[in-house]
């Protein structure tokens, strides 16, 4: 195309030997030789080449994992009762958690917690470090519940098996 367009402005144009992906000619303007060079555009795929290389089982799994990701976080987060009181399960909270049992363990506890219901509840030590841990269960049966739904994704052969993955 663009080689037709140069041979039409300059007739004597001469093009010289080629880098893969480039194209050069040489021309002659007024007494100086001159060189043009450009690159040549990739050739692009085709509709049917590029269903070809579309592989939609693993794009299908890939935004299935996404999906389990996004709804363990959600779960991880998302809070749970312990000892009938609602315990908030997201990070900052398991942060103060870990801070709560420290000051336990250095014989420092001396409060209560502030639950997800925005009620302070006095809690011994021992209260402390059960609540702790049985917060530490739930995110922990969070991430297994994942991970078994992703065994499960794995397994899948078909389109509609993978649609089967849920949470």
Not at 25 to 35: C, F, L, T
Request: glycine share 8%.
């Amino acid at each position: 195309m663009l080689a037709n367009a140069l041979l039409q402005i300059y007739p004597d144009l001469q093009f010289g030997p080629n880098e893969p992906g480039v194209e050069c000619a040489i021309y002659r303007e007024n007494g100086v030789d001159s060189i043009v060079q450009w690159n040549r555009p990739e050739p692009q795929p085709n509709e049917s080449e590029l269903l070809a290389a579309f592989d939609a089982l693993a794009w299908a799994k890939a935004e299935k994992k996404a999906e389990l990701a996004a709804s363990r976080y959600t779960a991880e987060i998302g809070g749970m009762v312990w000892n009938g009181w609602p315990v908030a399960t997201d990070e900052r909270s398991r942060i103060s958690m870990l801070g709560a049992v420290i000051q336990v363990n250095m014989g420092l506890w001396s409060g209560g917690w502030k639950f997800a219901d925005g009620v302070f509840r006095a809690l011994t030590g021992e209260q402390v470090v059960a609540m702790s841990a049985s917060v530490g269960a739930h995110v922990a049966a969070c991430f297994a519940q994942e991970s078994a739904r992703l065994a499960t994704l794995e397994t899948a052969d078909t389109l509609e098996a993978i649609a089967q993955v849920v949470w």
